[in-house]
């Protein structure tokens, strides 16, 4: 079945860096957009960012725009999220899943706190 798996999360202060990953399995995954969302406490999911199947279309949420940057490789099912600069607004669990069903197929998440 499909399956993500997304991982690299924890606690940094504000303007530190993580990289997340998300591992991914039963399904082709070079067919597919692949997107990043998040859970910010007590709110619903936010859109973060979105790849192409080959990664020459990208598009980012005004709020991460300039700070994080995605890509995937397709060789290893595997997608990423760069994240830099990060803010205390980006403390949430963070989500991987496909473009096109990601609002109800997604993995168990990775929480990322901000915080001084």
């Known amino acids: 079945q499909v399956q993500f798996v997304e991982s690299g999360g924890g606690s940094v202060q504000p303007g530190g860096s993580l990289r997340l990953s998300c591992a991914t399995s039963?399904?082709?995954?070079?067919?597919?957009?692949m997107t990043w969302v998040r859970q910010l406490p007590g709110k619903g999911l936010e859109w973060v960012s979105t790849i192409n199947t080959i990664g020459d279309t990208i598009t980012y949420s005004d709020a991460v725009k300039g700070r994080f940057t995605i890509s995937r490789d397709n060789a290893k099912d595997t997608l990423y999220l760069q994240m830099n600069s990060l803010k205390p607004e980006d403390t949430a669990v963070y989500f991987c899943?496909?473009?096109?069903?990601?609002?109800?197929?997604r993995g168990q998440g990775t929480q990322v706190t901000v915080s001084s």
């Open positions: 039963g399904f082709t995954f070079r067919d597919y957009g």
């Open positions: 899943g496909r473009q096109v069903d990601y609002w109800r197929l």
